[in-house]
């Protein structure tokens, strides 16, 4: 009887095994750099910022998970006409730089679109994510003034939705790469920098095209 169940066995077993990729995530750390855009009110006078990302993904499913997302981005000012809307000023007029830290929680919905053909393949998966949370700004600038430079600080912290797409590339249960693009809309009180001007209430939007890497357990 050994005998006879032995091949059949041998057939099924090639030598000791690994864990599965498809083995489910129960949570998952990721850490991610980009860049960080910025339009609307006087954001056109920052440039463009390097974005450093911190994700933490709980899984509700094979395609969905609840993620709690961090970011922080510098944006240095490169054309102070940005805060005074009408006037001839130079654009070297102020110096400075404008913090962004983001915080936000919200879910990605993953879309199946089937799984590789082969064991061991790259499965991607696209993905939209929604997201509601919060933007904090602080923001320096010198300005000239009578005896020399002046320093012109402000902090501020606006609710922040979002919405973003992209696609994680599980490569193995244990990573993934996710190429992705966001979005934020702050609504923002833009204030202008001389006396008389007017205070407006504005949708400052940010941009941020990132890569993440996330390990998973």
């Not at 899984?59 to 009408?86: C, K, N, Q």
């Not at 913090?99 to 919905?109: C, E, H, N, P, T």
């Not at 509601?132 to 009578?146: D, K, Q, R």
């Amino acid at each position: 009887m050994w005998l006879l169940l032995a091949p059949p066995a041998a057939a099924e077993w090639s030598g000791p095994r690994v864990i599965a990729d498809t083995e489910p995530r129960h949570i998952s750390l990721a850490v991610g750099i980009g860049a960080s855009f910025l339009t609307g009110g006087n954001a056109p006078g920052f440039g463009a910022g390097l974005l450093e990302r911190l994700v933490l993904d709980v899984p509700t499913g094979d395609l969905i998970a609840f993620t709690v997302e961090a970011d922080h981005a510098r944006h240095g000012l490169t054309d102070a006409s940005a805060y005074f809307p009408g006037l001839a000023v130079p654009a070297d007029a102020m110096d400075g730089f404008r913090d962004y830290f983001a915080v936000d929680l919200g879910f990605r919905f993953g879309i199946d679109v089937g799984r590789p053909r082969a064991e061991g393949r790259v499965r991607a998966v696209p993905f939209i994510r929604t997201a509601v949370g919060a933007v904090f700004t602080s923001t320096l600038l010198e300005a000239p003034g009578l005896d020399g430079r002046v320093a012109l600080r402000s902090n501020t912290a606006w609710p922040a939705p979002g919405i973003g797409a992209g696609c994680e590339l599980r490569i193995r249960r244990w990573i993934t790469v996710i190429p992705r693009l966001d979005a934020q809309v702050l609504v923002v009180e833009d204030t202008v920098e001389y006396e008389g001007g007017p205070t407006s209430v504005v949708a400052e939007g940010r941009f941020r095209p990132a890569v993440d890497v996330s390990f998973n357990f």
